[in-house]
């Protein structure tokens, strides 16, 4: 899997430090396990359009949905360029 594009987001009302990344590929199942490896893996499965959150304790919080190719970090309030290298490794590193 590949980070695409990186872009900051705005309008989010949870976050006002909050990236979105755009993938190479479709959410799956094992991409979000690979993901939850990094924290606290949190599942959604049961509702219409199933989703998920990782949440790396005292650094950021991932979300996305199963099938699309976005994901959005929520990043600490007082950081304004949060490094995300290492987390782009972890996602580059996931082979299909």
């Given amino acids: 899997m ?7 987001v705005d309008d989010c009302y ?3 430090n909050t990236v ?6 479709p959410i799956t199942k ?9 924290g606290k893996l949190l599942l959604f499965e049961e509702f219409d359009k ?6 790396v304790k005292g ?4 979300k996305g949905a199963f099938g699309k190719k976005t994901i959005r970090i929520l990043l600490p309030e007082d ?5 995300l290298d290492k987390l782009i490794q ?7």
């Fill in 90 to 96: 972890h996602i580059e590193c996931f082979k299909k």
């Fill in 59 to 62: 650094e950021y919080t991932i």
């Fill in 14 to 16: 949870e976050s006002s």
């Fill in 50 to 55: 199933p989703y998920f959150k990782v949440i």
């Fill in 30 to 38: 094992d991409f979000v396990e690979h993901l939850g490896k990094l």
């Fill in 20 to 25: 979105d990344f755009l993938l190479s590929g």
């Fill in 79 to 83: 950081e304004i360029d949060y490094p």
């Fill in 2 to 8: 590949k980070v695409v594009k990186q872009k900051k």
